[in-house]
């Protein structure tokens, strides 16, 4: 069974660095565009970035310079790197995986159909 798991959150101070992981099992052989959402605490899930099935980058524009999503296929995995984080950043970020190899529609929930359980990530000023 195809599934996602991310892993990799933790507390960290402003300024700070993290790196969060999604492993997607049974999807190495054909690299999809997958995608990272937040939740921050009291809001609607947001859309923060994806990675096509290519290797091409988008990024939320908030996120824009601090963050990076990257891709690792030997390791059917995908990686948000967060630098400069701060305090709004704080959510509980979820991995999520399409059926397509390119990224339309990209921000819109309802393009992945798989979804890991999230990882809490905190940012303290």
């Known amino acids: 069974q195809v599934q996602v798991v991310e892993s990799g959150g933790g507390k960290v101070q402003a300024g700070g660095s993290l790196r969060i992981s999604c492993t997607a099992s049974a999807l190495s052989a054909r690299p999809v565009c997958m995608a990272w959402f937040r939740q921050p605490p009291g809001k609607k899930r947001e859309w923060v970035a994806s990675i096509s099935g290519y290797d091409s980058t988008y990024l939320e524009r908030s996120v824009e310079g601090r963050f990076t999503i990257l891709r690792d296929n030997t390791r059917s995995t995908v990686y948000l790197q967060m630098d400069a984080l701060k305090v709004e950043d704080t959510a509980m970020y979820y991995c999520?995986?399409?059926?397509?190899?390119?990224?339309?529609?990209?921000?819109?929930?309802?393009?992945?159909?798989?979804w890991g359980q999230g990882t809490q990530v905190t940012v303290s000023s």
């Open positions: 999520a995986a399409s059926s397509d190899r390119v990224c339309l529609d990209r921000s819109n929930p309802m393009k992945y159909y798989l």
